[in-house]
């Protein structure tokens, strides 16, 4: 059979398309590590990989702080933003969370 290869950019838009929809038991907050997801606390708005928790503290790699989401629909669905700023590592208190998406998009690498 032969093979299609495709961009990254193209499999991004083909996987949101289709509903590549993950199942993911979560018991405790160490459940999310390894998980991209957007992340809505009480005063602001994070977007990035969990890779440790810590206490009551998720380490967060390719983290940014997303100061302007946009349309939220768009934002999540698209991965469409209108301000962002990476900051790297950040290290973000689980008791301010109010809400989190997963996050099925590339993480942003540069400021807008």
Do not use: C
Request: proline share 4%; glycine share 6%; net charge negative.
């Amino acid at each position: 059979m032969p093979t299609l290869e495709v961009s990254e950019e193209t499999y991004e838009k083909i996987k949101n398309q289709l509903g590549d929809e993950q199942i993911v038991e979560v018991d405790s907050l160490d459940d999310f590590v390894g998980q991209k997801l957007f992340i809505r606390t009480v005063t602001y708005h994070m977007v990035g990989k969990v890779v440790k928790r810590v206490g009551q503290f998720f380490e967060l790699k390719d983290a940014s702080w997303v100061a302007d989401s946009g349309r939220f629909t768009q934002f999540i669905k698209d991965g469409v933003y209108d301000e962002v700023e990476p900051v790297g590592t950040a290290w973000l208190n689980t008791q301010s969370i109010v809400d989190m998406f997963p996050w099925k998009h590339k993480l942003p690498t540069e400021q807008k």
